[in-house]
T-cell receptor, first 111, second 114 residues
């Protein structure tokens, strides 16, 4: 089965750093994605990790530990526009493309 | 390159009716997936098509079905609508080439069942 856990809500201050954690238990693993979704909009791709370690992309970084079934998304220099839901999703392997999503973490950035 | 498009954007139906939603993937993308998004359950996988073949199906009843055409466009159909089918239906396409192979999402179809 598939089980992906992430906090439901988080609040952080503009200019600060926030870390959103994701733990997963899945049958088959072919990578982990992070998506950002603003209210009323479609999810947009942020990052993809398939090997252990840290991937940095501007203000956003994502980390993966496959042995621990753990990932985090790090957002630096928070801006008001970063207020959104952040979705962790695991890609199952085995010849088909199936993403299993966590329920998302709603991040509120306050002044 | 044009993004993923979905039609219609909004739809209101009554219980018992059926509905067909359409998705046009990014040009060159052959994998199309469908998801249902509700406030309580989040994004849930419905099915994935690749080269006109359904490769995987999520845990939804048989009332939910889909197909993919030779030009990679896809449709999903929901028959005998129930109130609980009210949701945002998202379509996503992927090239499945290179590393990452992220899915690109369309704007979704907001279905309301009365």
């Amino acid at each position: 089965g598939q089980n992906i856990d992430q906090p439901t809500e988080m609040t952080a201050t503009e200019g600060a750093i926030v870390q959103i954690n994701c733990t997963y238990q899945t049958s088959g693993f072919n990578g982990l994605f992070w998506y950002q979704q603003h209210a009323g909009e479609a999810p947009t791709f942020l990052s993809y990790n398939v090997l252990d370690g840290l991937e940095e992309k501007g203000r956003f970084s994502s980390f993966l530990s496959r042995s621990k079934g753990y990932s985090y998304l790090l957002l630096k220099e928070l801006q008001m526009k970063d207020s959104a839901s952040y979705l962790c999703a695991v890609l199952r392997g085995g010849g088909s493309y199936q993403l299993t999503f966590g329920k998302g973490t709603k991040l509120s950035v306050i002044p | 390159k044009a993004g993923v498009t979905q039609t219609p954007r909004y739809l209101i139906k009554t219980r018992g009716q059926q509905v067909t939603l359409s998705c046009s993937p990014i040009s060159g993308h052959r994998s199309v997936s469908w998801y249902q998004q509700t406030p309580g359950q989040g994004l849930q996988f419905l099915f994935e098509y690749f080269s006109e073949t359904q490769r995987n199906k999520g845990n939804f009843p048989g009332r939910f079905s889909g197909r993919q055409f030779s030009n990679s466009r896809s449709e999903m159909n929901v028959s005998t609508l129930e109130l609980g089918d009210s949701a945002l239906y998202l379509c996503a396409s992927s090239s499945l080439t290179g590393t990452g192979a992220e899915q690109f999402f369309g704007p979704g179809t907001r279905l309301t069942v009365l």
